[in-house]
Structure formats: C-alpha cells, structure tokens
C-alpha cells in the first residue's frame, strides 16, 4: 500500500490527468446517478485505474478546491475523482442544509470529522462553509493524513484543523489494523483483541478530551466511519458530555452487527431522531 515517493512529493498540478483520463471523468462524471449509471462508470474507469502504476493520484478540481486525488486502494477517493455525483450525495445534500442554516444565522459552523479517511467530509464542508469555519479531522494512519495535508496545503489554507490520533472510549494505546485493499477499510482494535502482527500501535484519545483541547463548545454536525468502534466512541460522550456539547446532526456509519452497544437506542433515548439512511449510513438529528 506504499506510495512512490517521488509521487508523493510531487506539487500539486503535477500530475494532471492526460487526455485520456480526463475523457474517461469527464465521461463517468456526468453519467446519471443511477444503477445503469454507476455499472457504466465502474467498467469505463477500468482505462485509467488499470493504466496507472503504483498508487498515484490526479490532481483535479472539487466543490472549487484543489485535491489530488487517488483512484486505486480507496473507495472514496475513486468515487469522488471518477463520479463525484455519487459520492455521499444524501449525505452532502444534509450537511449543505445545515451549512445553510448556519450562515443564515451569522455564525460559524462546526463541524468534527471523526475517521477522517482522507479528509472529504472536512473537504467538503470547508467548501461550503466558508473560511470562518471550524472543522476538526480526525484520522490515525500516517498515509491517508499526509493525503490530507497535502490537500489542505494546496489549497492555502483552509479551516481544518487535523489531529494525528485515534479514538476510543479511553486515552491510551490503539492498535490500527491496515485494510489490505481500501485505506478506507482500515480500523482499530484494543492492542489484546488486535491479531498478532496485522497493526501498528496508535495513540488514542476520547472525544471528550479532543473536543475540550480545541475547546469545541457546541458542535453543528459531526461524522464518524470507524469500521465498527463507532459505539465505543459515542456511548462514553453522551454519558459523560454536558448537552450543550451534543452534535445537533450527525452522519454516522451503521456497523451495529459490530457493535458492542445499540448505540442507535441510546440516541433515540438522548431525543435523536433518524432523518436519512443510505445504503452505509445514518444520519440523526436532535
């Protein structure tokens, strides 16, 4: 899963995509969102995913930002550089409501990315919500954050703020299972229940103590895609967290089968309610 280092270090507009590429995005990324739509997408990307060597990524243009983006090893990198009208469309049509609402009212949004991935979410909503922003990416793995720093670095400077860590119901140490082929894939595991040499040991901070850090007092929406840990991480903050500090929206991944909580129970006790699901995800409002 190692990325050519040259290519890693290459600025942005260095690896803009050649005729052929961009015939293959400009084609897939105006194919209708549907089923007939996505299948066609799927098979004419093959003319640019199976060409490409190693694990570099284009450089294009999205929500107005510059992102270089990585076609092969992740999902969602591939499904926003190839049909960014698939990627997360409920779930970006719901955060740009909220956006909305904010900057009807003057007031900065907050927004906390928590499994940060690569950072698309926080892309997205720093896009969106402007400059005054505050948005707080979360993500452990050392190659999907330097895929967000340098994102965020090319484009000057946008208001997300990434921390380099885990997390989970208690400070500590996190082992970090690697997917074998999709970063987005990758998850944690309490270093006893980790298999033997699969992980790297990761540091590991609570929510509580991450909000409190950046002295997040309210947060307008938060997202969480960790692979399954996502009741170890909530379950302890509402129990805990004062409801000033409760997110008003939320987009989180649904893996209860993995879950040792039914976390969906307790936020509908704390007065959630489901307003959207997708095929991943649901999304909850208070």
Same mark, same amino acid.
């Given at each position: 899963m190692g990325v050519n280092a040259t290519a890693a270090t290459e600025p942005y507009g260095a690896r803009v995509p050649g005729a052929l590429d961009r015939a293959v995005i400009a084609l897939t990324s105006h194919l209708p969102d549907n089923w007939l739509g996505m299948r066609l997408a799927i098979l004419v990307r093959r003319?640019?995913?199976?060409?490409?060597?190693?694990?570099?990524?284009?450089? =294009?243009?999205?929500?107005?930002?510059?992102?270089?983006?990585h076609p092969r090893r992740n999902g969602c990198e591939k499904g926003l550089l190839f049909t960014p009208q698939f990627y997360e469309a409920p779930e970006r049509a719901e955060l740009g409501a909220r956006i909305d609402r904010a900057r009807?009212?003057?007031?900065?949004?907050?927004f906390v990315d928590v499994g940060a991935n690569v950072g698309l979410f926080?892309?997205? =909503?720093?896009?969106? *919500?402007?400059?005054? *922003?505050?948005?707080?990416?979360v993500e452990p793995e050392q190659e999907n954050l330097r895929r967000l720093r340098f994102n965020i670095a090319a484009n000057g400077s946008l208001p997300i703020r990434v921390l380099p860590h885990a997390l989970g119901e208690e400070a500590g140490t996190l082992a970090l299972e690697l997917h074998p082929t999709d970063r987005g894939g990758n998850r944690t595991r309490p270093l006893d229940e980790a298999s033997a040499g699969t992980g790297v040991r990761v540091e590991c901070k609570t929510l509580a103590d991450v909000l409190a850090q950046e002295s997040v007092t309210g947060i307008d929406a938060l997202k969480i895609d960790v692979e399954g840990a996502e009741d170890r991480i909530l379950v302890p903050f509402f129990k805990a967290a004062p409801e000033a500090l409760w997110p008003r929206f939320m987009i989180i991944e649904d893996t209860h089968e993995l879950w040792r909580d039914d976390l969906f129970a307790m936020l509908h006790a704390c007065g959630y309610r489901t307003v959207a699901r997708t095929k991943l995800n649901v999304m909850m409002e208070r």
């Open positions: 003319m640019t995913t199976m060409r490409l060597s190693g694990d570099v990524g284009l450089d =294009v243009e999205r929500w107005g930002l510059r992102l270089r983006l009807a009212a003057n007031r900065p949004f907050v926080s892309f997205f =909503v720093a896009a969106h *919500a402007g400059r005054d *922003a505050r948005i707080v990416a």
